[in-house]
């Protein structure tokens, strides 16, 4: 940004700033999206008044426009990366103020399979969604899933597999989880090409998302029931 720009980014009313964000994160430019957060922090805007209204109703306009076919995977992965930076500076201010999160997931690639794009994609689209995300990457054994959940104690489980050889895998953690007698303490999201409605019912998984807007949507809905139920 030239300085004529950083100028006008101060004269913003706070509506106009977090306008500019939104359209920023769109257009993934993560640079600019830093300017703007440290802008509006040094206004005073609380860490969560800037996740919620900058960051997250942006990336709400992204994920709805990635469900609708306007944006495509290249697009978001940028808007994604732009919501990171952004994130890297609120993230640990978040944490100091102890700023009320949507829920917590742990999500991984089951064992044998090492595809990630859209496993990293639901991840940061989460991310973006107001999750706590902790992502295990590739390969995650039964053990793996299993010591994640009892360290982190997440609402939701993601498990995604890409290849048809992997995807019974899924099965084995869910009965893993009955097993150990937490089965209905998580909602678990399964996703991947191969996969569908009908083979998440059969395995006993509570939804079947087919991309991540869809994948942020249903996490929302559940946990708006799962708070409802605590009321």
């Known amino acids: 940004m030239s300085d004529e720009e950083e100028i006008i980014l101060s004269e913003l009313s706070r509506e106009e700033l977090y ?5 920023d ?29 900058g960051l997250v109703a942006g990336m709400d306009i992204v994920g709805i426009d990635f469900r609708d076919g306007i944006l495509f995977v290249p697009e978001v ?9 952004g994130m890297g500076i609120l993230r640990p201010l978040l ?10 997931m742990v999500i991984g690639t089951v064992k044998g399979d090492i595809h990630d794009i859209g496993k990293n994609l639901v991840g940061m689209m989460m991310e ?54 937490i089965r209905q303490d ?7 090409a191969p996969l569908n409605e009908t083979f998440a019912e059969d395995i006993e998984a509570d939804a079947y998302c087919r991309d991540a807007a869809v994948a942020v949507e249903t996490a929302k809905k559940f946990m708006q029931i799962r708070q409802a139920s605590r009321q």
Do not use: C, W
């Open 19 to 23: 306008e500019l964000m939104h359209e």
């Open 25 to 53: 994160l769109y257009d993934g430019y993560a640079a600019e999206i830093e300017e703007e957060v440290h802008e509006a922090l040094s206004r005073g805007y609380t860490p969560y008044d800037i996740l919620t209204g």
């Open 77 to 85: 992965l940028m808007a994604a990366k732009a919501m990171k930076a």
């Open 95 to 104: 944490a100091e103020t102890g700023a009320p999160r949507i829920g917590k």
């Open 128 to 181: 973006g969604a107001g999750f706590e995300v902790i992502d295990l990457g590739i390969n995650n054994s039964v053990d793996k899933y299993l010591g994640a959940i009892k360290e982190h104690e997440p609402d939701i489980l993601g498990m995604s597999a890409l290849l048809t050889t992997t995807m019974p895998y899924m099965r084995v953690v869910i009965q893993a989880l009955k097993e150990e007698g």
């Open 186 to 192: 998580i909602i678990v999201l399964v996703g991947g």
